[in-house]
């Protein structure tokens, strides 16, 4: 039997893990709040289908092509190039990365503002100490997209603060509707109840 390339590896990979990211960042938002976060009081998490790419470290014209490739599982080796060994062992290191993406929110996270590490600037990074994950700079309503993904947490400073509160919600509702971590009273005492449905209160 003939030996597995290593893009059909990275392939199969991608294709098995695109709808857990889709489940778990398209389809959900994320609240993220810190008492110890100077820049912002909360973040927003909200994926895009075309953040999925950015994550892999692959480079296509197309991110959409490419999400919409993977989820559908018909991303093809002439689809991808990699240009160098150096850009091969990035995409490795993000690859094994991308299946604990989807548990990130579930232990203690630790956030980080103006996150910098080797040649990654991100407005914010969180890290589980497993992988850590950068976003965009933040828009006009707090919201940050993905733009990263490391293996392991380098870069975080000695003083870097834990999440004290994290939500969830449905992509389209209004209200987040789930505590991941933090309870009511943080919620009441940081002025973020009108972001949070009533029942939760």
Not at 51 to 70: A, E, Q, V
Not at 158 to 174: C, H, T, W
Request: hydrophobic share 40%; with cysteine; glycine share 4%.
């Amino acid at each position: 039997m003939s030996e597995v390339s290593f893009k059909q590896r990275v392939i199969n990979d991608l294709i098995a893990v695109a709808p857990q990211f889709k489940s778990t960042f398209i389809d959900k938002e994320y609240l993220i709040f810190s008492s110890k976060m100077v820049n912002r009081n909360y973040y927003i998490i909200s994926a895009v289908p075309g953040n999925f790419m950015h994550l892999t470290g692959i480079r296509l014209s197309s991110p959409i092509d490419f999400y919409n490739k993977c989820i559908n599982g018909t991303l093809l080796e002439s689809d991808i190039s990699i240009p160098s060994n150096k850009e091969k062992g990035s995409i490795r290191r993000k690859i094994n990365a991308l299946p604990n993406l989807v548990n990130i929110f579930n232990d203690e996270v630790l956030v980080e503002e103006n996150f910098s590490h080797n040649n990654v600037h991100c407005s914010l990074a969180s890290t589980d100490l497993d992988i850590t994950i950068g976003f965009c700079k933040p828009n006009v309503d707090n919201v940050v997209k993905p733009m990263t993904l490391l293996k392991g947490y380098n870069g975080f400073s000695d003083n870097s603060p834990v999440a004290e509160l994290i939500l969830e919600r449905k992509r389209g509702e209004r209200f987040f509707s789930k505590i991941l971590c933090g309870d009511k009273d943080i919620i009441l005492s940081n002025g973020l109840a009108s972001l949070v449905a009533p029942e939760l209160l």
